[in-house]
């Protein structure tokens, strides 16, 4: 049967529907506006840019730079209408964000192999490969379903995670490797303070600027109790002075064998994947400002030049705990049948929304045609993306943006500094992707 259902008109669910159609796969794309809006949804045009109309870097020595142009080589949708909406915005792609959803709108109603149903979906149909793109605002119905019909398993309505920055920028002139008590092996890197360091890091914490949250963010926190179960730190700061010494920043167990003794604080920070490449800072939940996160977080002394990987993050967000439930083209491992898209999945972004429905997409399309799997190699930051959802990290896991640390490392070490080594994995990944090509040359 040529024929399957995507729910929801969102970035993932439109780059998914333009993919299944242009290889002739009738499509039935379900998307709830204009008859409901979600909290944060205000046009009735699909793929809305809620937040910033900025894409971030277009350049391919940026993770997400590279991103973009792995897609656009394959044919994106999304990347199509951005490249024809753009606004002047120096490295960064900006858009039109009227024009823009207004384009993919467009060529999604034109289309002869897609036909859009105006309705809130509560659930999927049995008979029909389907593609769930409902997006961190998934209606309850719908959650219920697939948490109690599709085992759904650990869905997440809250999304609080720590900052992760790369390994390679930490300085371990200061910061050093150990585990509380000498516990085991030496895991954790540690950041020591003395108490000038403290003192000035404290203040600088309780003064910085937070993010705004919007009011659905703010209900969700009033509901699952956020600030008791999973305190972000600038708050933990602002109880006290000293709060932070009992809590994240402890220093009891952690003696720096350099100068044999304990620091006044430690702020440790834990593998983020088998390869070491990312570490995540313990206990740093937080809805700083980016900007301040930067700023404030670089006054631990060994991060004084660390390059986040993602920031801290606290907001309303419905995902699934994916490694194990998902496959690396998106599917279910239990209904192959089924397969997820966007933000639901554990990507964060609007361009890697996009790319989890590219090949959601192109893998159900695939399935059809050629009775084939579709996965793409780590070396592409598509493949380490989708790798990212079906595997996870070391820790706990939480939405991840892209980044060169969860991309396959480089088998030799690159001189010539960071934008040498990430020019070799963009000439790598495009490399592969051009590859790709040539061996799906007819489902392409």
Known sequence: MRKISVYGAGLAGCEAA??????????????????????????????????????????????????????????????????????????????DRHLFSEYITNKIKNDPNISVVECEAES???????????????????????????????????????????????????????????????????????????????????????????DFDKEAQKELKVFEGCMPVEVMARRGHDTLLYGPLKPVGLVDKRVGKTAYAVVQLRKENKEGSMYNLVGFQTHLTFPEQKRVFRMIPGLENAEFLRYGVMHRNTYLSSPG???????????????????????????????????????????????????????????????????????????????????ESLPERVKGGKIAKYEKYAERALDEIEKIKKEYEIIL
């Open 124 to 214: 999927i149909k049995d008979d029909e490969i389907s593609i769930i793109a409902t997006g961190p605002l998934t209606s309850d119905k719908m959650s219920d379903f697939m948490r109690e019909k599709l085992g759904c398993r650990g869905l997440n309505f809250f999304d609080a995670a720590a900052p992760i920055v790369d390994a390679s920028s930490i300085n371990y002139d200061v910061a050093f490797f150990a585990s509380r008590y000498d516990k085991g092996d030496a895991d954790y890197i540690n950041c020591p303070m003395t108490e000038e360091q403290y003192n000035a890091f404290w203040k600088a914490l309780v003064e910085a600027e937070e993010a705004q949250l919007k």
């Open 18 to 95: 333009w993919q299944l159609a242009k290889r002739g796969i009738e499509v039935t794309l379900y998307e709830m506006k204009p008859q409901k809006f979600s909290p944060a949804h205000h046009s009735e045009n699909f793929a809305e840019l809620v937040c910033s109309n900025s894409l971030r870097s277009d350049s391919v020595t940026n993770a997400v730079g590279l991103l973009k142009e792995e897609l656009r080589r394959m044919g994106s949708l999304i990347m199509e209408a951005a490249d024809a909406t753009r606004v002047p915005a120096g490295s960064a792609l900006a858009v």
């Open 325 to 407: 439930f998902l496959d690396s083209d998106y599917s279910m491992k239990d209904r192959p049948d089924v397969y997820f898209a966007g933000q639901m999945t554990g990507v964060e972004g609007y361009i890697e929304s996009t790319a989890s429905g590219f090949l959601a997409g192109l893998s159900a399309a695939r399935r059809i045609i050629a009775s084939e799997e579709t996965h793409f190699p780590r070396t592409t930051m598509i493949g380490a993306m989708a790798h990212y959802v079906s595997h996870g990290g070391e820790s706990s896991f939480a939405p991840m943006n892209a980044n060169f640390g969860i991309i």
